[in-house]
């Protein structure tokens, strides 16, 4: 088992910035990716951005250029900072591992993302 607790979220202005970060515990050695998704209000949950454990990174193409994954090991969290937000970013954001050995996935509780135009 690998729980998964996110922190950051909140409201800000369109054109600022937020950094989302989640913190693993439990089985730790069988993360193989980590991840963030999104949900809106009435849509589907989304990938984000995804991170290998050597550290390849996997952007969806409406978040490219403006926000960056990355993942300290040493201390088992992952980072979202996000640049340049719009009013579309609005969202509820989870934290997400794939696990070893058969491709599991444990989510987080979410954090809610508010842009205001």
């Known amino acids: 088992q690998v729980q998964l607790v996110e922190s950051g979220g909140g409201l800000v202005q369109a054109g600022g910035s937020l950094r989302l970060s989640c913190l693993a515990s439990g089985s730790i050695f069988r993360i193989k990716v980590m991840g963030w998704y999104r949900q809106a209000p009435g849509k589907q949950r989304e990938l984000v951005a995804t991170i290998t454990n050597d550290g390849r990174t996997n952007y969806a193409d409406n978040v490219q250029g403006r926000f960056t994954i990355s993942r300290d090991n040493a201390k088992n969290t992952v980072n979202l900072q996000m640049n340049s937000l719009k009013p579309e970013d609005t969202a509820d954001y989870y934290c997400?591992?794939?696990?070893?050995?058969?491709?599991?996935?444990?989510w987080g509780q979410g954090t809610q993302v508010t842009v205001s135009s």
């Open positions: 997400n591992a794939q696990l070893l050995p058969f491709d599991t996935q444990s």
